[in-house]
């Protein structure tokens, strides 16, 4: 059974989520089940669709050990290093070796990986004595990025994975994965364009991807758009600074006026989607659909005033904020499912090879024993002549059809 981990590591929050192969009677194809982690551990929360997400903060015990998503209450946490564009923090240091950002996020990236090994070591289809995704495992691992991340930041990751041989993990822009999402949910798609409105809790980025048959090898269309004045952390700076104002002015900021100031915010976003269209020589018109992801989606306005501002169809899942750990998941599902069936395959070729020549082998001795026993019975209709004990089995045919015995 294939199984498929996707990892999403946010520069504030990171999500894993694991999908597996199932069947249902209602649909003679296969569907998709999201599984659990049975245990969480602490510094982890569920969602009500029980992904594990935990904040993005990597810290290291006195063995050298990594931890993901612990705040200790003695000594550092490295935060903010998840966005490879962004040089924040520089380099850290382990021990005497230097680490870079892109170190730190293929090191959480691996610690994720050896939790979810080892949490669901007794799930069928989860080989317990051979690496995830290696050669005879059916465990496929996909990490995402940024869609705006230049060549030079994806071989810095793939660097990276590989220094701590997670060469099988693969890597895949977030807008593609949640594409995937969408039409694994929705699907199958007609050919068009969706458009991904990522809203996460550091920035906005707006991205138009092909979805349905006949996509390219990247269906990115245009260019990738990203701005930090949108998303949790600025509209929290938005909510702080307006009830400043309400409080020198001797009021108070109610819901509803939090509420208005989340539609307000969502609509001078609205700027960005249009830049994005007229890069790629693209209108509203021709984008069939509008995707909904990042952690600072939730709230329901958010889709609402794309919905009534673009006058599209708007597409949300339940927790827009692990869509794109869950459509890295059945990426990752997809290439262990194809390596199974490439396995499967040269298998069935070894063991057909092997049939043929024991079938070969078989029907060669058979054949032999039959000329044998012709031969004998030639000979002996032929008296005197002794020309078929004179030859050899394999000329026995053309002796006797020189006779006119055959």
Known sequence: MAVGLGL?????????????????????????????????????????????????T???????????????????????FADLTQRSIGQARLGHRALSQ???????????????????????????????????????????????????????????????????VALVAEPIAAATWLEADRGPLMPGLALVYDL????????????????????IVGEPLRSPSFGGRA??????????????????????????????HIRHSLELVYRCLRIADVTMADVDCVLVVGGAARPVEVAQVLAGELAR?????????????????????????????????????????????TRALVLSRRTRRRLTRVAVAAGMSLGGVGLAFALPADGLVAGLSQLGLR
């Not at 090191?107 to 080892?118: F, P, T």
């Not at 070591?121 to 059916?138: D, N």
């Not at 600074?241 to 509420?259: H, M, N, P, Q, Y």
């Not at 499912?337 to 063991?351: D, I, L, Y």
């Open 8 to 56: 999403s590591i946010g520069t504030v929050n990171t999500v894993s989520a694991l999908a597996e192969e199932g069947s249902g009677r209602a649909d003679a194809s296969r569907r998709l089940r999201l599984r659990p982690s049975p245990s969480a551990p602490p510094g982890r929360r569920r969602s009500q669709q029980q992904a594990i997400t935990r904040r993005t």
């Open 58 to 80: 990597l810290t290291f015990d006195s063995t050298g050990m990594t931890r993901v998503g612990m705040i200790p209450r003695h000594g550092r946490a490295i935060t903010e």
């Open 102 to 168: 892109a170190d730190l996020v293929a090191m959480v990236a691996e610690s994720l990986i050896g939790e979810a090994l080892q949490d669901h070591r007794g799930v069928k289809g989860w080989a317990e004595t051979k690496p995830a995704g290696r050669a005879g495992a059916s465990v496929g691992i996909t990490l995402t990025h940024p869609a705006r991340y230049a060549p030079e930041h994806i071989q810095d990751l793939r660097s990276a994975l590989d220094a701590l041989g997670l060469n099988h």
């Open 200 to 219: 996460g809790g550091t920035s906005l980025d707006i991205t138009l991807v092909r979805v349905g048959a006949g996509c390219p090898e990247n269906p």
């Open 235 to 264: 509209f929290g700076a938005m909510v702080a600074e307006r009830a400043a104002r309400a409080r020198i002015c001797s009021g108070s900021l109610t819901v509803a006026s939090t509420d208005e100031l989340r539609i307000e």
């Open 313 to 357: 169809p708007v597409i949300t899942a339940p927790d827009p904020e692990r869509t794109i750990a869950d459509g890295a998941a059945i990426l990752g599902r997809r290439a262990a499912a194809e390596a199974e069936q490439s396995t499967a395959r040269q298998h069935g070729r070894r063991s057909g090879a092997h049939r043929a020549a």
